[in-house]
Every structure is written in C-alpha cells, then in structure tokens.
C-alpha cells in the first residue's frame, strides 16, 4: 500500500469537493439546486474521516516521505505517532459531525459557495498540520487556518443583524465601543494572529539555517540549543511558540478569539474544539514530545517551560473568570476555551520536571474538552436560533420544548466539569498529580491555581445549564420545531464522552490507565468534591444581584479590549506619525533642499560663464591672490 497517495487525498479532496458549491455561488447564486450541493463538501469531510480512521486502526506508526524539494533536503514528511494519530481521528470526526449540522443551520444562508469553501480548507488545514513532521508543510497548513479562518469569522461581513454581533451594540466604556461587527472580528482574527505568525517564521527559518533539517522527529534539538546558548534557546523557542499563543489565544492576545464568535455557530465550534485554537497547543506538544525536554539538562529550556507553565495557568484563570461573568452564550464558551488552553499549556510546560506522563494528561484533556465543547457550542447555535438571542434566557418550561439540547447540555456540564466519575475528572485527577509533583521541586502556585480555576470552571459550565434551560428568563422568541440534523450532530457528539469514559475505566488505551490510580487519591476526591459543590451551588443560583458590579467588570473582559482597540491602535498611530514625519523630513531633502541646492550652484556657474575674456582674467588673478595669502600665512 502507497501512503502518500492517501495522505493527499486526505488532504485535498475536502477542498475539491467543496469547489462545486463554491463556483455554483459564483455563477448560479440562490438556486434550488446549488442550495442541494454542500452535501459534497460534507462527503469531501466524510471521506478524510474514512482515510483518518484508516490512519488510526492500520497504518504502522513512523514517518511517511515524498521527496519535494530535495537539493534543500525539504520533503512531504507525515508523522503517525501516538498524538497524531488520535488528533487526526479526531478532528475528521469533530468537522464531518459539525458539517452535518450545518446542512441544516446554514441552509437559508446568502453565500453558501463561501462558507463551504472555506470550512473545508479549514478542516484540510488543520489535518496537513496535523500529521506534517515536516515544519515547512506544518507551515502551509499553518497558514491556510489563518487564511480560512478570516473568511469564516467575518462570513457574515455586510454587520446588518445584531445576532451575529459580539457586545452591546450603543454600549460605550470610556472611548471604547463594546460591540463588534462580523467584518471587525474577521480583521481581530487575522491580524493578531499574523503578529505570532511572523516571529514563528524566522524562528523556523532559523533552525533550518542551524541544522539544515526541518523534520521535527530528526531536528538535533539538543545539539542545536547547545550551540546557540541560552540566550539563543530562549529566543529561539520564545519566537515560535508566538505562533501557537496568538492561535491559542493567550494572555494578551485572548480579545480576538471573543470576537471570533460574531462568524456561525458552526465555525465557532469547530474553532474552539479541533481546529485553529487547539492547533496551538497540539504543535507545543509535538515540540516537547521530541524535544524530551525532561531529558536534557539545558538551562535556557527550563526557562522557557517555566514561561509557558505559568502563562497557561494565568491565561486559564482569566478565561475561566471573564466566562463566570459573561451571558453572550458563545462568547461565555469562547471565554472558557482559553481557560482550557491554559491547563493545556500548562500541564504540557509541567512534563520539563514531571516526564512524558503530563504530555498524556495534556493530550487527553484536549480530546475530552474537544467533544464536550463542541456539543456545548452546537447547542447553543440551536437555542440562538430557537430563541433568535445570542444572550442566555430559558428556564424549565423552555427545557420541556428542547429535551434533547438540554439532556445533551446536562451531560456535557458535568463531563467537562470535572465532577466525579464522569470523564474530565479523571483526567483533571492527573493533571492534580501533575501539578502536586511540582511542589516536590518547589512550586505550590501551579496546583493552587489548578484547583481555583477548576472551581470557577465548574461554576461557569452550572452558570451556561442554568441560565438557558432551569431559571433564565423565558425566551421572547421561540421557535423551537425542526432542527432534527443539528440535534443528531451535538448528540452524536456528545455520547463520544461516554466512549472515552469507558475507554479509561476499561483501560483499553494504556497511556490512559493510570488516570483511575489517580482518581482515587485523597487529592483527587478533595478536589472532585469541592468542584461538584461549586457545581451544585451555582446551579441554583447563576446570577447574584450583590455581585453585579463584579459581573460587569468581568463581562468587559477586565477591560482588555482596551489594549487591542485603544491603546495600541494608539501607539500605533504615534509610531505611524514619527514615520510619516521621517518621510516627509527624507522627502524634503532628496526632491528639495537638494535640487535646490543644485540649482544655485548652477545659476552661480552659469553666472560667471559669460563668454568675456576679462571676467576669466579677474578669476585666475584672485585665485592666485588667495593662495599667495594662504601661503604667507603658512609662513612658506
């Protein structure tokens, strides 16, 4: 069996299958029948689905090559390993599930050739990077989730539907709008994350320079770290892991992916659970999983994990608490992604000091958060569209009319929660080991901040179950008939937690059998209890008037939308200005001061240049005149 040929068509056919509805838009736009063909683009996903569970079941693990670019040893390198192949399984499945679903939430849609176009490409994208060994191909995929993600957030560019919308529209704090168009979240996206993308480029271009190898199983990372020193080590590793913070939305660069949601439910799914946010962390795990930083002893290494270590934790105690505060349904989800990407980081950082097992505790964190998070997200573009709201409102008469978005809601709080014995717990017991083996080397903050964000991360998911289906306001709107695809989608999704449930307690994976060892610690239960009575407690009470104002504080993301929409658009104006002054200062010298200068000196020439004997004569008599001064007082 040649595997290349299926690696391609793995990642082309979605794209080409989604050609036909893209150029039907273009030249046959509204039609019946164009209506009927983006269900080739979901059979383009359905079939990487196929050539990914292939991948999964029956391709031996090792590294694939195709020869490319040869004569700079740069070739088509496809990895299957441990992380790739269940990420592939993975994500295939997650898009083929969320295209289903869109089917029938983006039937009525005014650009369908668009949309499918891009979320194809979005989904081939996020394969290439994630089976590429080779960091230039990763790149190209890299590069083609900015691409396709631009066009996704920003689908909906003509801002005429406060639906779509991020924020109050009207609402000002200080100079600042808290609102945000779709055609405003398109540009947030693609310009924070170019700013991470750029550094991350020559940082690649940097290794390859180093050791003329690009494929990460055979890049000599030590050999390389060692001969650039640690000032080179840090600055090296700081310059690419900006491309998976910006993606991954990190502390500062969090504000674009709440603004994200103003694109489809589907797209803001499919974002947040396998795809663009969650290709940042997957790569930071391929990096350390060849790297095995807990095996070398390089100083510069052991700053940069105690960098992301932290960064993560911070982020993820941010996030979780803007969400607490937060009632734009998606944007709440949005705010709790980050704070998941966080653990993400932060449990992979811990494998410097902890060993290849926090990478396992990262890896399965990603998968279980994955399917949870996407079935919470389907359900909550079903109840914007049952409702026509983007804020939470429903209480138990509403949960009678949406049984199942409401049981699925149930079920994917309390699996992601991390409430016993559902499947986040055991998951979230050995990122507690994780974090309890790091006080051994003398750090107590990671697994105090663990257990904070986990309490506020469970209230949060009660907050979103509460407010939609047991005692929000009811609804204004209801239009609660039809929707049978997008129920079947988010329920499918969401059984994947029973799967992966069975799967731990069963141990029929072995890199996930000791998640029930430590489950059972003391720590573990101390810590499922407290999530579960955080839970319970805001379950019954979402919303405490006393607390108000912190709720508006923490709505307003703590007020970092200041920092991407007022202050550096600020600085950068100021920067914009001293440049256009410099081109205004190098304009006048070079089109100015120097042709007039030049100009003078000709008319002062052409004014001696008379044609008269007498005028050459008083010339060379005064030049001489003037020597002979100089030369008298030279004392020659």
């Known amino acids: 069996m040649n595997e290349i040929p299926m690696f391609a068509v793995l990642f082309l056919f979605p794209v080409i299958s989604s050609l036909p509805v893209a150029l039907a838009w273009i030249y046959r736009p509204g039609e019946d029948w164009a209506r009927k063909l983006p269900y080739l683009s979901v059979f383009g996903l359905f079939v990487s689905l196929l050539i990914s569970l292939n991948i999964l079941f029956n391709f031996e693990e090792g590294f694939y090559s195709y020869p490319w670019i040869e004569d700079f040893n740069i070739n088509f390198v496809f990895v299957v390993d441990y992380l790739s192949k269940y990420m592939g399984a993975l994500t295939a499945f997650i898009a083929f599930l969320i295209g289903v679903y869109g089917l029938e939430y983006m039937r009525d849609d005014y650009r369908l050739g668009w949309y499918w176009f891009f979320f194809n490409t979005f989904t081939a994208s996020m394969l290439l990077v994630v089976y590429s060994d080779n960091l230039f191909t990763l790149l190209i995929g890299w590069e083609g989730l900015g691409i396709a993600s631009w066009g996704l957030i920003g689908h909906w560019f003509r801002d005429d539907d406060d639906i779509a919308f991020v924020g109050t529209q009207g609402r000002k704090v200080g100079p600042l709008e808290m609102s945000w168009s779709p055609s405003t979240g398109g540009w947030r996206a693609i310009s924070t994350i170019r700013f991470g993308d750029m550094p991350m480029f020559f940082a690649i271009a940097a290794i390859y320079a180093l050791t003329g190898n690009l494929d990460i199983h055979s890049i000599p990372w030590e050999g390389m770290f060692e001969e650039i020193g640690y000032v080179g080590t840090v600055a090296l590793l700081l310059l690419f892991l900006m491309g998976p913070f910006t993606k991954s939305a990190q502390l500062p660069f969090s504000e674009w992916l709440m603004t994200a949601m103003t694109g489809p439910t589907t797209v803001s799914a499919l974002l947040h659970s396998a795809t663009m946010v ?359």
């Open 278 to 636: 969650a290709a940042g962390t997957y790569l930071f795990m391929r990096l350390t999983w060849y790297i095995e930083p807990w095996e070398l002893n390089i100083p510069g290494l052991e700053t940069i994990y105690l960098l992301v270590l932290f960064l993560g934790l911070i982020s993820a105690l941010y996030g979780a608490s803007v969400a607490l505060g937060l009632r734009e349904r998606k944007v709440l989800l949005a705010a709790s992604t980050m704070s998941s990407l966080g653990l993400m980081f932060a449990s992979s950082a811990a494998s410097f000091w902890v060993g290849e097992a926090a990478l396992i505790v990262a890896f399965w964190y990603l998968i279980v958060h994955a399917f949870a998070k996407a079935s919470l997200f389907l359900v909550a573009g079903h109840l914007i569209h049952a409702t026509h709201d983007r804020f939470c409102s429903g209480n138990l008469a509403f949960a009678r009319k949406m049984k199942v978005a409401f049981a699925v809601t149930i079920l994917a709080t309390i699996s992601l929660a991390g409430i016993p014995p559902f499947t986040a717990y055991w998951i979230k017991s050995g990122m507690d080991g994780v974090m309890e083996h790091l006080v051994a080397d003398g750090m107590l903050l990671p697994f105090y901040l663990l257990v904070i964000v986990s309490l506020i991360y469970s209230a949060f998911l009660a907050k979103f179950l509460s407010l939609n289906f047991l005692k929000g306001e009811a609804p204004h709107h209801e239009h609660t008939e039809g929707g049978q695809l997008m129920k079947l989608a988010y329920t499918l999704m969401v059984s994947m937690q029973i799967v992966l449930l069975a799967i731990i307690l069963l141990h029929y994976e072995e890199h996930a059998s000791h998640f029930v060892e430590e489950g059972f610690l003391t720590t573990s239960l101390t810590v499922g209890i407290l999530v579960t009575a955080s839970y319970l407690i805001v379950l019954f009470k979402p919303a405490v008037p006393a607390f108000s104002r912190i709720g508006v504080f923490l709505t307003d993301r703590m007020y970092l939308p200041f920092l991407n929409d007022y202050i550096l658009p600020q600085i950068g104006w100021v920067v914009i200005r001293v440049v256009d002054a410099c081109n205004r200062g190098v304009d006048f010298f070079f089109h100015t001061a120097i042709p007039s200068a030049f100009e003078a000196l000709s008319r002062a020439i052409r004014s001696i240049q008379k044609g008269y004997l007498r005028v050459y004569m008083k010339i060379v008599a005064g030049s001489i005149m003037l020597f002979l001064v100089i030369f008298s007082l030279m004392g020659w």
